[in-house]
Structure formats: C-alpha cells, structure tokens
C-alpha cells in the first residue's frame, strides 16, 4: 500500500481495497530469523524474501511507477488477529543507492504515489462484506432442525400423555 496520509487501512478486509501488491510468506515458527529486502530505486520497488536465512532471495513483490519523495520516514509495523504471535525487528540496515537525494528540493505536491494501485477498488456492499459464513449457516440450520425436532417431540409427547389419560379405564 502506497498511502500519503490521506488513506485509512481497513482490518476487517486486510487492505484488499487498497493494496498495491503482497505476497504470502510461511514464516510463523521458525527456530531461525527470517529476513526481508526492500528495494527502491528508479521509481522501482522490489521486496525480496530469504526465509530459510540461506541467502537465497525470492521474489515477493516487484512494482514499478511508485514514488516515495525524500525526506519521508521509514516504520514497520505488524499487525495479527491472534495474540500469540510475537514480531522481533532484529536489525535494519539502510543503504543510499544513489547521491541524487541531497540535491533533491521537496516541493508541497510531492506526495507518495504509484501509478498502478488497487486503491479505488470499490468495497462490498455491507451485506456481501458482513455476510453470514458456510459454517454459520450451517450451524443456524443444524439449529433450527433440532428446534423443530424438539417441538415436535414435546408436542407429540403431549399428545400421548392426553390420549392415556382420555382412556376410559374400568378397574
């Protein structure tokens, strides 16, 4: 996600309105640290993945038409929806791949950008968005027989009761 303050991230959707790129790495677990590159350059934004910390880099995301002016800051944040998993930043190490950043003016309409972006994806309607999952309609539906089932019990257990004790009994 490319965001110049003006946009809000959306947890319920994970971003998915206003994403630019991801990619899924399987690192919860490890017994080693998992390590991630980003790279900027040229307008080019590459974020590379070493996950068994053997120096062999994959692939994860590679867009160009994004601009990240100068004079920004750089933050990491991490997000989950359970509480067991636990995010350690071990180190950062930050290069300069060029020297055109000091002769660089920031101007007001400098804002960070990217020429293809998601951002205006229309969200889901509310009640495509909040709808009701498989498993919950299955499990209202599971209910809703048993309901059914158990009225239809108590009902016919009182049918019985009243039908024994109409009995005209001659002792």
Request: charged fraction near 25%.
């Amino acid at each position: 996600m490319v965001n110049n303050g003006t946009q809000h991230y959306d947890h319920e959707s994970d971003g998915k309105h206003s994403e630019l790129a991801g990619c899924e790495c399987k690192f919860r677990g490890l017994e080693h640290e998992a390590r991630v590159l980003v790279q900027y350059y040229n307008d080019e934004l590459i974020i590379k993945t070493d996950i068994e910390s053997s120096g062999n880099w994959r692939d994860c995301v590679h867009v160009r038409g994004v601009y990240l002016p100068s004079h920004y800051y750089f933050g990491i944040t991490a997000a989950t929806g359970d509480l067991s998993d636990n995010h350690d930043i071990l180190s950062i190490k930050m290069r300069q791949l060029s020297s055109t950043i000091f002769n660089h003016q920031a101007k007001d309409d400098d804002l960070p950008r990217a020429d293809y972006s998601v951002m205006n994806r229309d969200k889901l309607a509310p009640e495509v968005q909040n709808g009701m999952s498989a498993l919950r309609k299955l499990f209202i539906f599971v209910c809703v027989i048993a309901g059914v089932v158990a009225v239809s019990g108590f009902g016919y257990f009182l049918y019985q009761s009243k039908k024994s004790s109409s009995r005209k009994r001659f002792y």
